[in-house]
């Protein structure tokens, strides 16, 4: 895709979003139900995915695990975001893969000491790029990826997340 191309694919839903700001909030949703064993069923929108306990926790490594899929879902957004943001501005990407890692202390999600924090102690994102762009060229590409990716941004500014239970 060229930048013209994506310029006038976004274009109208720009004019749209700014006439009708309402119209750009839109909820995305996802369910779950439980599976056999420890294990989670979750529709992907293209396929079935079955989660479960990972490895470090007593898991047989054979279920997704949520915190893969968190990291995944981070590596995925940061792509589509960063070949967005690529064609946008003018830079041929030849080739770009993106690698994500996080740390994780499992003694906390195992309550085995309440010094050790359940979650993600650190995130790594790292773009392996093939272009031909300069270095003020990549600064403005990784900043605006930085700027655009939905993942990055809501585990950069965390929100408010509310928990219910019904019977």
Known sequence: MKAEEIRALQAPLKQQYREQPESALITLKAQSRIGEGITCKIETGKAMVEAGLHPAT???????????????????????????????????????????????????????????????????LNFELDCDADEEQLASLLKLTERYCVVYQTLTHVPAITMTLNR
């Open 58 to 124: 007593g898991g047989d490594g054979l279920s997704a695990c949520s915190g893969d899929m968190l990291l995944e879902a981070l590596a995925a957004c940061a792509g589509v975001t960063l070949n967005a943001v690529a064609t946008a501005i003018g830079i041929e990407l030849r080739d770009a893969s993106v690698y994500v890692e996080g740390d994780l202390d499992f003694r906390g999600t195992l309550g085995v000491t309440k010094e050790a924090d359940v979650g993600f102690k650190q995130i790594r």
